[in-house]
T-cell receptor, first 116, second 116 residues
Framework: AQSVTQLDSQVPVFEEAPVELRCNYS??????LFWYVQYPNQGLQLLLK??????LVKSINGFEAEFNKSQTSFHLRKPSVHISDTAEYFC??????????????FGAGTRLAVHP | EAQVTQNPRYLITVTGKKLTVTCSQN?????MSWYRQDPGLGLRQIYY???????DKGDVPEGYKVSRKEKRNFPLILESPSPNQTSLYFC???????????????FGPGTRLTVT
């Protein structure tokens, strides 16, 4: 069973508009949650993370995500996007396997396209 | 500069011709991992290494081999490549093999492999 679901494969948006990229995870996984960003022709970079504590986490470039345990979601939001935010965004969660080993599981990705 | 490097960045080869993709990190990281990225599937882990001489299978290890003789290097070997191994490959590393640090991964720029 898939552990991470990114509900939108592509999200087109105009510059300066708000955006939300949705991520849901199955309740069987552990609750370390991450968003990674992949700019064109580059590797992935960690954007933000939830490990514990405050359920609202923020990145240095204006993105934020909120861990919602009851809805098993970790949606990524930005109130006003820039052209430079055009990238693919991956939600990732840790999953505990038998024997106690944890692994990072990635969603299929959401391609954010910001238009002028 | 702290980084993960991969070589080559692009490779076109024929079925059955052995190849190696190199990965090196200069951050003294314990944990290293190989992923493949395919459209609609996100990133899937091929192999990982908790430390020198400690490697284990990920989710899609068939057709691949790895070794970790030195802490900084983690090459990916395809003994007899097949067309279904055409993909974008990423090497990643993280500071520690334990705790939440394992999931804060630094990615290389990727290797695009085409097997004809």
């Amino acid at each position: 069973a898939q552990s991470v679901t990114q509900l939108d494969s592509q999200v087109p948006v105009f510059e300066e508009a708000p955006v939300e990229l949705r991520c849901n995870y199955s309740s069987s996984v552990s609750v370390y949650l991450f968003w990674y960003v992949q700019y064109p022709n580059q590797g992935l970079q960690l954007l933000l993370k939830y490990l514990s504590g405050s359920t609202l986490v923020k990145s240095i470039n204006g993105f934020e995500a909120e861990f919602n345990k009851s809805q098993t979601s970790f949606h990524l939001r930005k109130p006003s996007v820039h052209i430079s935010d055009t990238a693919e965004y991956f939600c990732a969660v840790t999953k505990t396997y038998s024997g106690g080993y944890n692994k990072l599981i990635f969603g299929a990705g959401t391609r954010l396209a910001v238009h002028p | 500069e702290a980084q993960v490097t991969q070589n080559p960045r692009y490779l076109i080869t024929v079925t059955g011709k052995k190849l190696t993709v190199t990965c090196s990190q200069n951050m003294n990281h314990e944990y290293m991992s190989w992923y493949r990225q395919d459209p609609g599937l996100g990133l899937r882990q091929i192999y990982y290494s908790m430390n020198v001489e400690a490697t284990d299978k990920g989710d899609v290890p068939e057709g691949y081999k790895v070794s970790r003789k030195e802490k900084r290097n983690f090459p990916l070997i395809l003994e007899s490549p097949s067309p279904n191994q055409t993909s974008l490959y990423f090497c990643a590393s993280s500071l520690s093999s334990t705790g939440a640090q394992r999931y804060e991964q630094y990615f290389g720029p990727g290797t695009r492999l085409t097997v004809t």
